[in-house]
């Protein structure tokens, strides 16, 4: 049995190093995305025209505003003048006819007769509604911008030639994200701490921060350090996207209150990030001492004592 020793790394420097890794990979996406993979699509697929064809769908519901140039579509809203704020009337007077129309259209007037009923905000006089006095202004926007959406999830999205432009849509859109993202991750995070000392990303690397194993020393192998940055990207970032970011923050809570620093990939992979130091330089009390149970064939590569160790640190 071998003891290994090492700088605790500073939770500043692992952080910033997290952070500069996910900042690049970001960016580098982004730019993908934007002036390759978007493109190439528009040129090469029928993505700009399934695009136009939904979002003009959503425009015609009369409902909606959309910007096909920022991709984007939102509720449409009554015009400010003069400063003036809008009352309850003017919300009225502004959407309730566009909200008939669209329901009167597709059938379903019936479900938005029921709707304003149990709104409590309407008198309904033989089939003919008006707005009761005093109502407050917000209430009444409120009730038209639910009653919208409402409309657009329980219609608009069931009809079967909207399912098809959204369905192909975002076929195409993970298709995008997927070429845009997964490149820059791959290769900042699995590629590179492949061939680099230490299982360094440049983020690391900036930092003068490396990754040891608990099992096998200051020499990483090619799989401990695969299933090690395969866990960042998998469960620190990927799925980070569908638990709004919990898992990305499990990390880093971990690294932080952790004494020797290490995150739930580090626990995982049975790994330590530490500061390349000489430790002839470094306080007692910033020394991890690990027992390292693996034989080595050259064991000057794993006992601090070695010269190469001490100026290396791994």
């Given amino acids: 049995m071998r003891v290994l020793e090492m700088k605790r790394p500073s939770r500043i420097r692992r952080i910033v190093a997290d952070l500069f890794d996910l900042v690049l990979s970001l960016i580098i996406s982004f730019l993908l995305f ?47 003048t003069n400063g003036e704020k809008l009352t309850s009337s003017d919300y009225f007077n502004y959407y309730e006819g566009r909200v008939v129309s669209y329901y009167t259209t597709k059938e379903k007037l019936d479900d938005y007769n029921k709707i304003r009923d149990q709104s409590g905000l309407f008198i309904n006089n033989d089939g003919t509604y008006n707005l009761k006095e005093g109502v407050n202004a917000n ?20 009809e079967e030639e909207n399912i098809k432009l959204a369905s192909k849509l975002n076929n195409y859109s993970m298709l995008m994200v ?45 799989s401990t350090i695969l299933l090690r940055q395969a866990l960042v990207v998998i469960v620190g970032h990927f799925i980070s996207l569908f638990t709004f970011g919990i898992s990305s923050l499990a990390f880093l809570i971990t690294a932080i209150f952790q004494k020797e620093g290490r ?19 470094v306080e007692k009390e910033d020394i991890i001492t690990v027992e390292l149970d693996k034989k080595v064939n050259n064991e000057n590569k794993i006992e601090t004592g070695s010269t190469e160790n001490k100026n290396d640190n791994c």
């Fill in 34 to 80: 934007a002036f390759v993979i978007q493109p190439i699509y528009n040129t090469v697929t029928d993505y700009k025209k399934v695009y136009k064809d939904y979002y003009t769908a959503i425009e015609k519901t009369g409902l909606y505003t959309c910007n096909k140039d920022t991709y984007t579509c939102n509720i449409i809203e009554p015009k400010v």
């Fill in 178 to 222: 997927s070429f845009s993202f997964i490149p820059p991750f791959t290769i900042f995070y699995i590629v590179l701490p492949l061939f680099m000392h230490g299982g360094q990303t440049l983020g690391k690397k900036l930092f003068n921060l490396k990754v040891c194993s608990i099992k096998e020393g200051f020499e990483l192998s090619k």
């Fill in 139 to 158: 209430k009444v926007r409120d009730f038209y911008i639910t009653t919208i959406k409402d409309a657009k999830a329980k219609i608009f999205d069931k």
């Fill in 263 to 281: 995150s739930i990939d580090d626990f995982l992979a049975s790994t330590i990030v530490y500061e390349n130091v000489d430790l002839k330089d």
